[in-house]
Every structure is written in structure tokens, then in C-alpha cells.
Antibody
Framework: EVQLLESGGGLVQPGESLRLSCAAS????????MNWVRQGLGKGLEWISFISPGANTVYYADSVRGRFTISRDDAKNSVYLQMNSLRAEDTAIYYC????????????WGQGILVTVSS | HSVLTQPPSLSGAPGQRVTISCTGSSSNIGAGWGVHWYQQFPGTAPKLLIYDNNNRPSGAPDRFSGSKSGTSASLAITGLQAEDEADYYCQSYDNSLSAWVFGGGTTVTVL
């Protein structure tokens, strides 16, 4: 069974940093493209970051580029999101999601983790 | 605002057919990128419902179907059931933004 389990969320003040982790199981992780998608409370979905197999290619949404960094550790079957200079508008539930190479849809999602940025 | 446009809400009686529209542009749906649909219940993660315009993943009920034409796509629910009450999101890829994009979501209410 495919499972994605996010961790590392919490309450931080504006300007602070947080690192999210997503542990994968139930599938072969290293050839998978991994993403982070967030959802503001009561709002819609927003894709924010992508990482290719081998971490050769990374992409970011304009809203987080320069502040967030995606990475992966295939030995630990995990993908990470380092979030710096956090703002109130980054408050959201953050999901990691798998995408198969050659497709454009997200076939499996984690349960999500809440990040709250507030003073 | 979202790159893909969906109606915020719609409703239908049990057994009815309802259709959710998803309108994009020449840089996403109109560029030939596939349209995908997700179902989300309150407090849970989105779940893939339709991929590549009209394909259902294993386990998705066959009362859900998708279509695409030009710069728009639709999700149809035939024989609406109480358990279909949820939020539905369309998604595609946008050439101009170099980003995966979502619609704003549609809340379906079963009367």
C-alpha cells in the first residue's frame, strides 16, 4: 500500500524557518517525481514545488521561489521542504504528492501537515 | 485567483446528473495538457478521481466521468449519491507558468 506521511509542521512566527519531511513507503521511491502542494485553510489547492528522480530538476511556484527549497534522500525514501522567511500567507496544510514520470497528475497524496505562521 | 475556473458550488438531488466545468486557456488545457480531477472530503487529503481527461484509477466509481474540449473540461457525476458530497478540483499543467495548476474547487451538495 502506498503511503506518504508528512511531519515537521507547527506554529512559527513570521520570518522564521521550518522543515517539512515526507516519508514514503509501499512503492519504489527513487524513480518517482515528488511534489509539495498546499491548501490554505478553507481555500483551494496550490502546487508549490517539484523534484525529479535524482534531484536533477527542481521547480517552484512564484509564491515560494527563493524562500523554499525542496530536496530528497532516496536512501531514506523521503522528500523535504525547507521553508525560510515564512509569512502569514504561508499558513496552510502542506501535502506531499507523488507524480509518475511522464504524467501530469498526482496519483497519491499524504494526509497533510499544518503549518501556521503567526505572531 | 485560480488559473483554472470552476463554479464555487452546485447541488443536485440523489440520482440526478451533475456536471462541473473547468475553464482554462491556450497555455494549459488548450495546449493539449491532460485534465485531472480530485475529490476531497472535509479534513482529508485530495484523492485522484479522473486522470488524463477521462480515465478512472482503480477503485473510482464508474458514475464519475470526464471530458475535455478546447480550453475546457468537465466532470460528470451520473446518479448522484449522498456520499458524493465533497469538494472537487480540476488540475492541469500550464506552459506559460511552468507550473501545475488547479481550479478553485467546486463544492457539491446533495439535496
Amino acid at each position: 500500500e502506498v503511503q506518504l506521511l508528512e511531519s515537521g509542521g507547527g506554529l512559527v512566527q513570521p520570518g522564521e524557518s521550518l522543515r517539512l519531511s515526507c516519508a514514503a513507503s509501499g512503492f519504489t521511491f527513487s524513480p518517482s517525481e515528488m511534489n509539495w502542494v498546499r491548501q490554505g485553510l478553507g481555500k483551494g489547492l496550490e502546487w508549490i514545488s517539484f523534484i525529479s528522480p535524482g534531484a536533477n530538476t527542481v521547480y517552484y511556484a512564484d509564491s515560494v521561489r527563493g524562500r523554499f527549497t525542496i530536496s530528497r534522500d532516496d536512501a531514506k525514501n523521503s522528500v523535504y521542504l525547507q521553508m525560510n522567511s515564512l509569512r502569514a500567507e504561508d499558513t496552510a496544510i502542506y501535502y506531499c504528492a507523488r507524480k509518475i514520470v511522464g504524467t501530469t497528475h498526482f496519483d497519491y497524496w499524504g494526509q497533510g501537515i499544518l503549518v501556521t505562521v503567526s505572531s | 485567483h485560480s488559473v483554472l475556473t470552476q463554479p464555487p458550488s452546485l447541488s443536485g438531488a440523489p440520482g440526478q446528473r451533475v456536471t462541473i466545468s473547468c475553464t482554462g486557456s491556450s497555455s494549459n488545457i488548450g495546449a493539449g495538457w491532460g485534465v485531472h480531477w480530485y475529490q476531497q472530503f472535509p479534513g482529508t487529503a485530495p484523492k485522484l478521481l479522473i486522470y488524463d481527461n477521462n480515465n478512472r484509477p482503480s477503485g473510482a466509481p464508474d458514475r464519475f466521468s470526464g471530458s475535455k474540449s478546447g480550453t475546457s473540461a468537465s466532470l460528470a457525476i451520473t446518479g448522484l449519491q449522498a456520499e458524493d458530497e465533497a469538494d472537487y478540483y480540476c488540475q492541469s499543467y500550464d506552459n506559460s507558468l511552468s507550473a501545475w495548476v488547479f481550479g478553485g474547487g467546486t463544492t457539491v451538495t446533495v439535496l
